[in-house]
Nanobody, 126 residues
Framework: QVQLVESGGGLVQAGGSLRLSCAAS????????MGWFRQAPGKEREFVAAITWSGAGTYYTDSVKGRFTISRDNAKNTVYLQMNSLKPEDTAVYYC???????????????????WGQGTQVTVSS
């Protein structure tokens, strides 16, 4: 049974930082490209960041470039999202997603992912 479990969300003031984690089980983690998405109330889910299976390649949506960093530890079956300089508009439920892929590609459409976590709430106060 595949499970992706996010953690690390919470309430933070604008300008603060959070680190999200997503622990995977039931898959050979090192064979999967990973992504982070978010969904704010009343809005569609949007892509945030992606990382290739090896961690060699990363990709970000423009609004988080320079503030967020995606990384992974294949030995721990975990992908991370370090979020710095948080803004109120970053408030959302954050989801991690997995896609089996060892081509070295990364993916920014939710439809391209096979598995999803349950999400973790991030709230940034002004």
């Amino acid at each position: 049974q595949v499970q992706l479990v996010e953690s690390g969300g919470g309430l933070v003031q604008a300008g603060g930082s959070l680190r999200l984690s997503c622990a995977a089980s039931g898959i050979t983690f090192s064979r999967y490209a990973m992504g982070w998405f978010r969904q704010a109330p009343g809005k569609e889910r949007e892509f945030v960041a992606a990382i290739t299976w090896s961690g060699a390649g990363t990709y970000y949506t423009d609004s988080v470039k320079g503030r967020f960093t995606i990384s992974r530890d294949n030995a721990k079956n975990t992908v991370y999202l370090q979020m710095n300089s948080l803004k109120p508009e970053d408030t959302a439920v954050y989801y991690c997603a997995a896609r089996r892929d060892m081509s070295g590609s990364y993916y920014y459409s939710g439809y391209q992912y096979n598995y999803w976590g349950q999400g973790t709430q991030v709230t940034v106060s002004s």
